[in-house]
């Protein structure tokens, strides 16, 4: 099972500031990652897929990157609607995982 | 427009049985792989289930085999999911959602979910 890691577990932010979130795999996925956000009582929400590519809709501000292990999801200008908890996800290899989320608050 | 609604979900006692179904809409249901996603309360999310588009490939995670079953029927647009010998572990949100054309590729639709609730 490829074990997904997730740093930091909270991340304080300011609105207006860059947040980076990073996502670990335990063997080489390759560029089989996604991200999805999450708000309390909502569904997950798709926001890159193929490490790096934005799903319909998302805003410029977020970003993917990384490749093989290690992944990066930057947000570039923290809007109020950013605050939230953020997933990578895997189904590169069978079972497909999540990883343990970090969740953006206000500073 | 996507759409997919769960129902099904409720209170059920330990080692009892639930069926979860999910409804369909707005898209080609039968060139998806469909996948049930669940999420105890306040915890993170785990993948529980993942069926291809005829129903000739289907996985589960180690924790819900030979407990549950996942089933489609692509005449009626409908993802089913069912649960036996339940336990309170299995207590969560269960999110029918929607992969790609291909095993690897990842969620791009959620629905929003049912609870159940294992408990006596």
């Known amino acids: 099972e490829v074990v997904l890691t997730q740093s930091p577990a909270t991340l304080s932010v300011s609105p207006g500031e860059r947040a980076t979130l990073s996502c670990r795999a335990s063997?080489?996925?390759?560029?089989?990652l996604a991200w999805y956000q999450q708000k309390p009582g909502q569904a997950p929400r798709l926001l890159i897929y193929?490490?790096?590519t934005r799903a319909t809709g998302i805003p410029a501000r977020f970003s993917g990157s990384g490749s093989g292990t290690e992944f990066t999801l930057t947000i570039s200008s923290l809007q109020s609607e950013d605050f939230a908890v953020y997933y990578c996800?895997?189904?590169?290899?069978?079972?497909?995982?999540f990883g343990p989320g970090t969740k953006v608050d206000i500073k | 427009e996507v759409q997919l609604v769960e129902s099904g979900g409720g209170l059920v006692q330990p080692g009892g049985s639930l069926r979860l179904s999910c409804a369909a809409s707005g898209f080609t249901f039968s060139s998806y792989w469909m996948s049930w996603v669940r999420q105890a309360p306040g915890k993170g999310l785990e993948w529980v289930a993942h069926?291809?588009?005829?129903?000739?490939?289907?996985y589960y995670v180690d924790s819900v085999k030979g407990r549950f079953t996942i089933s489609r029927d692509n005449a009626k647009n409908s993802l089913y999911l069912q649960m036996v010998s339940l336990r309170a572990e299995d207590t969560a949100v269960y999110y029918c959602?929607?992969?790609?054309?291909?095993?690897?590729?990842?969620?791009?639709?959620w629905g929003q979910g049912a609870l159940v609730t294992v408990s006596s």
């Open positions: 063997q080489s996925i390759s560029s089989n």
């Open positions: 069926m291809k588009q005829d129903g000739s490939e289907k």
């Open positions: 959602a929607r992969g790609g054309t291909r095993r690897s590729s990842p969620i791009d639709y």
């Open positions: 193929g490490a790096s």
């Open positions: 996800h895997q189904c590169d290899n069978w079972p497909c995982t």
